[in-house]
């Protein structure tokens, strides 16, 4: 079974600038997260998408990130401009049906922000 | 909303001794408490969980343990081995639905030869 895949894997941009992650979640996973994890920290849950529809995004940054699935299969995450706050982990998360049970993590993309 | 503490943030044990991270967690509605491990630049991987039905569960050299009344549960490792070494997670969650699942800070084991 093919795992969640995310891209790019690094990426470093000065702040102010503008970055978007992608992912691929497993083939049939109904629910789609983006968590953020900060160095000595457990993820947080940024948004939750089931198909292509937002469940949760209450601790998401509006004013400056952005997520979309569109057609219910992967998803972007996008932060403009980004903050040195930023810096962390993003990881993608998938599962089965909408619950937490058996989440699927993929590898995360490391942003630094300088 | 949920918080989940975790302790300690760092263990340090001899290859072969147990090791035991504990969590608390303030919401009495969680009912599923998940293990994830995650080694150095790796994905964090589910390695154990448990339902508040159940008060224990054991997986080989690993094993939950659950005490909804005080709102704490462990995570106990027996035997370790320096492949054991990586950071281990505690989170809390409701089931079903649209459930958030929190996480603990983190504990990074490292088991010495």
């Known amino acids: 079974e093919a795992g969640v895949a995310q891209s790019p894997r690094y990426k470093i941009i000065e702040k102010r600038q503008s970055v978007a992650f992608w992912c691929n979640p497993i083939s049939g996973h109904a629910t789609l997260y983006w968590y953020q994890q900060i160095l000595g920290q457990g993820p947080k849950l940024l948004i939750q998408?089931?198909?292509?529809?937002?469940?949760?995004d209450s601790q998401l940054p509006k004013d400056r990130f952005s997520a979309e699935r569109l057609k219910g299969v992967d998803s972007t995450l996008k932060i403009q401009p980004a903050k040195l706050e930023d810096s962390a982990v993003y990881l993608c998360a998938s599962s089965v049906t909408g619950g937490v049970e058996k989440l699927f993590f993929g590898s995360g993309t490391q942003l630094s922000v300088l | 909303g949920e918080n989940v503490e975790q302790h300690p943030s760092t263990l340090s044990v001899q290859e072969g001794d147990s090791a035991v991270i504990k969590c608390t967690y303030s919401?009495?509605?969680?009912?599923?408490f998940p293990w994830y491990k995650q080694e150095l630049g790796k994905r964090p991987q589910l390695i154990i969980d448990i339902r508040s039905n159940v008060g224990e569960k054991k997986d080989q050299r690993i094993a939950v343990t659950l005490n909804k009344t005080a709102k704490h549960f462990s995570l106990h490792i027996t035997e370790t081995q320096p492949e054991d070494s990586a950071v281990y997670f505690c989170?809390?969650?409701?089931?079903?639905?649209?459930?958030?699942?929190?996480f603990g800070a983190g504990t990074r084991l490292a088991v010495h030869p």
């Open positions: 998408f089931q198909n292509n529809g937002v469940v949760d």
């Open positions: 919401d009495s509605a969680s009912n599923y």
């Open positions: 989170a809390a969650s409701g089931v079903g639905g649209y459930n958030k699942l929190i």
